[in-house]
């Protein structure tokens, strides 16, 4: 295996916990995965019976409270914020931090992909209509501000600001470390993960909390991505609308939840007995300079992530082992499941890995538990992290009908026991954002 070029500062991941449509904890999410089940439904926290989409991944039966030392900390806390708390938490006791000493909290920091809160639909709904004129067709701002006096929530509005998740985590674990949040649309989580990365690398902290956690299963949220026509219609079979890869895929399904890692060097875990789940060695980002809504055609942004990702990793993609099979053992794909996304992904494997882009398996968590959006890149990291575990590859259900255009090895319908050193795993956002991750199996 080549050397990365961050050898001199090695990262590892010592923990990890995720609040996910499929389950709680990791081994009850990974073993649904393995087996190919959906966790799509009809939404039913609000009433979606007249929207275009009217099912989703929607997370039901979670209690947070379950996960904190003090509930009352939190009382007030958003629905992306709850996530959190329950992902970080089974990431914190994992890394063994709960039971460690001599831990210096002001180099301990945390790097969030979090999303903005739930706003309170109805509310903003009532205040708006009664600041409107009708005669004037104007907004009264008198009225308007004195019914958002007696209808909004002080509380509510704070949980809807997306550094309100770190709040609450560096209250829970009392770190006072670097911290920072991003909101990078999809490919938000990622980008945190690999800023986290590279803040360690620096020497500016010694552990980060790092990951994200999003809902958009709202009024609104559902509501505008409806108005961009990128979630799928298959309301008559909900479970089988997440199809990336498939020719027949018409959207994303929306899902909701959040993935947490803990990340530290080497030295730090071993000075305290940790046990290294696996080594991050690259990451990649960089910008389309295209369309808001669309991908560069070839591809081009998103190969330049992975590039550079593998250029930290010191891989060669177009290199092989003594048995003729590339270095990279798995990519996670963003594969949405919209017609633009997963055609131009599949351009961007190809440039990165040419005539070696066949032998990588590729595969899409997003068929099962749907688009976490800022949350989904960590969620997906998590999944390598498990194949590598398990040397077994997580499958792309759904995928029926091949098409034509796409001929990589999605890994369809089945998980396949698999060889898994070293996997990638990419997301890409509105804006033109993308993102690249490249872990590798420690020993």
């Known amino acids: 295996m080549p050397t990365p070029n961050n050898a001199h500062r090695r990262i590892v991941i010592t923990g990890m916990g995720w609040i996910t449509p499929l389950g709680f904890d990791l081994d009850t999410v990974w073993r649904r995965l393995v087996r190919g089940e959906s966790g799509v439904s ?94 004037t067709m104007t907004v009264d701002a008198k009225r308007w501000a004195e019914a958002a006096k007696e209808h909004f929530d002080p509380w509510t509005e704070i949980e809807q600001e997306p550094n309100m998740p770190m709040a609450h985590l560096a209250r829970e674990f009392g770190v006072r470390g670097p911290a920072y949040n991003c909101l990078t649309a999809c490919a938000a989580s990622t980008q945190a993960i690999g800023e986290a990365f590279s803040i360690i690398q620096r020497g500016e902290a010694d552990v980060m909390i790092s990951g994200g956690t999003h809902t958009m299963l709202h009024v609104l949220g559902v509501t505008g991505f409806n108005r961009l026509t990128a979630l799928s219609n298959r309301n008559d079979e909900p479970q089988q609308a997440s199809r990336p890869f498939d020719r027949t895929r018409d959207g994303f399904v929306m899902g909701e939840g959040s993935g947490i890692v803990i990340l530290e060097t080497l030295e730090h875990a071993e000075q305290r007995g940790a046990t290294p789940l696996v080594e991050v060695i690259g990451y990649g980002s960089s910008a389309d300079a295209f369309r808001i809504t669309d991908i560069q055609p070839e591809g081009r942004g998103a190969a330049a992530a992975m590039l550079d990702a593998l250029k930290q990793a010191g891989i060669d993609p177009l290199a092989v082992d003594e048995n003729g099979v590339p270095y990279v053992h798995y990519i996670s794909a963003h594969g949405t499941g919209t017609q633009e996304n997963d055609s131009i992904e599949t351009r961007a494997v190809k440039a990165v890995f040419r005539e070696n882009a066949p032998k990588v398996p590729v595969s899409s968590i997003k068929s099962m538990m749907g688009h976490l959006i800022a949350a989904a890149g960590a969620v997906e990291l998590i999944t390598c992290i498990l194949a590598i575990k398990h040397q077994t590859l997580p499958p792309t259900i759904n995928l029926h009908h091949p098409d034509p255009d796409l001929d990589l090895d999605y890994v369809p319908n089945e998980a396949r026991p698999s060889r898994v050193e070293v996997c990638i795993s990419n997301s890409f956002g509105f804006g033109g954002q993308n993102d690249a991750l490249a872990v590798r199996r420690i020993g």
């Open 42 to 135: 009809k939404i039913d926290r609000f009433d979606a019976s007249t929207f275009p989409t009217t099912f989703a991944a929607q997370i039901r039966g979670y209690d947070f409270t379950k996960f904190v030392e003090n509930p009352g900390h939190h009382e007030h806390a958003g629905t992306h914020t709850q996530f959190a708390l329950g992902a970080a938490r089974q990431a914190w006791e994992q890394a063994g931090l709960s039971s460690a000493k001599d831990l210096d909290y002001r180099r301990i920091g945390m790097y969030l992909g979090a999303g903005e809160g739930v706003l309170d639909f109805d509310k903003y709904s009532r205040v708006n209509l009664a600041g409107w004129d009708e005669k």
